[in-house]
């Protein structure tokens, strides 16, 4: 006798399905926890952060539209891609070099040059962990508050239509497929109240996701608001005069002067050759002058200082000009910078500390003190711009920026109302704020309600309350042939019979005897249980 393996019995294939609904949602949990542990962004304190890839500059490394998940590291070394805080916004590059004391010096894969910045550990927000190609697009897309609610309202759409029973299971445990009859209430509410509750959720879920945003946005803004604007200004020129030799048989260079006004202020002066063993002093100019278009009464004092620094080494000051006083908005005043007495302390302070540095920076500091009045304002501030000189043994480089400006400005800073614009239409924070949070709990209400009607039957009378909560369960007859001799039994709700039925694994058969009063039942061999809806007419 040859044995035959039986199906599978339907208690097996439910068994399985459970398995497998299990092992999913375990995997989910996991997957969820493992999430929350590593890739957990920082609004909920998380150390990972996700960066939307936009330029070249990383190319093929990573691509335009690219995102990448960075998270936090202990430490950095070179060769690390790493994502961090600069002017302007979050920069995504590789270090190449450079030290977590000094900074990192970081690159672009694509660029030929290191980055201006030197990024230092509290200005990185982490190490690339994770690429996903092209995904970025697909948040840039989603970070749009009109598209998330398109797309959450669509769900939300596809989540409340009532989709169809397909199987049901027999009595002898045998699941057939099963396509209940019209009017058996595959719609548990009017298609009218489906749309108009899809409507008003994505209504409502825009609402929210405005007042979310506007929320964040600050109701107010800080602006500053200006009273007066003054300028200081300050014109060098200088002659340097030099041994006599074939190269400057005048024994002088210059005198070199600033540009006329007429030409661009970006222009600078082409400062001449200087050479260090010919070069024997700097005869130095500096004229100051206040431009208001406001009257000013202004006294003001000024003095000079030279500045001598040897890089990263030492540096030392000495009195140009001692403290001088001035009467009005101009004052002026020469100077003469000794290059042998300069080089002479060189040498003697290389000789005591041992430290040699090849160029040397020579700063004159023509300082003015300004008192008084502008425009009915008191001012009372320094101003003090630098002419530079760089020395080394063989030559010396004058500055060749020889007039200098810097506004100044007095004023207040008040606080001001912030405004949005849609469309061109401005709007203060303050009133989205009261429109988005009202208009979100009016719509979430009115969805409520909206969902109560459609599957609670809510305000609609009982066979209607029926359909919309147990439709998937009904098929409607026209005329049941039932077994005269059977039992019946008149279940007490509705809800009962759906018990019954939804434990035994039956639908329910529903028939229609009047327009106000509807039969339901389950014929379970010699019994069956039903439930009748009464006609108000017919009742007393």
Known sequence: MQAVAPDATPERRETTVTIRQSVVGVLFCVGLLLWFLLLRPPFLAGPACYILVSGPSMEPTLRDGDLAVMRKQQGYRAGDIIAFRAEGGIVIHRIVGGSSEGGFTVQGDNKER??????????????????????????GFLRRPVNLSALVGSLAMLSLWPWERKRRRRRDGRMVSERPSKGSGSLPAPLG?????????????????????????????????????????????YTVHTEPSVLYPGETIGPIQPLPPSISAAAAV?????????????????????????????????????EIGAGEGWTKAQELLPPTSFTGSTASTRVSVDFPQILSLIETIEEETGFKAGTYQLSVVPTVRLKGQIGGETVDEFYAPAFTVKLNRTQITLDSELARSEVRRIGETVRREQAVSFGGLWIWVRVVRWVSAVGAALSLAGAV????????????????KIRARHGSLLISIAQPDLNQEAQHVQMASMQDLARLAQRDGRMIFHQELTSRSHRYFVQDGQVIYQYTTADPSEEG
Do not use: N
């Open 114 to 139: 290191p980055d201006p910045w030197r990024p230092q550990p509290e200005h990185i927000l982490g190490r690339m962990w994770l690429r996903l190609p092209g995904a970025g697009r697909v948040v």
């Open 193 to 237: 109240v489906l749309v108009a509750l899809g409507l008003v959720s994505v209504l409502a879920l825009g609402l929210v996701a405005g007042a979310i945003w506007s929320f964040r946005q600050p109701a107010e803004k800080s602006e500053f608001v200006e009273r007066l604007r003054y300028e200081h200004t300050a014109a060098f020129d």
């Open 270 to 306: 082409e400062a001449p050759p200087v050479y260090t063993r010919l070069a024997r002093s700097l005869d130095l100019g500096f004229t100051y002058a206040l431009k208001s278009s406001r009257p000013s009464d202004v006294t003001g004092g000024l003095s000079a200082v030279l």
């Open 449 to 464: 309600a909206l969902g109560a009607v459609a599957f609670l039957g809510l305000g609609r009378d009982e066979p209607a």
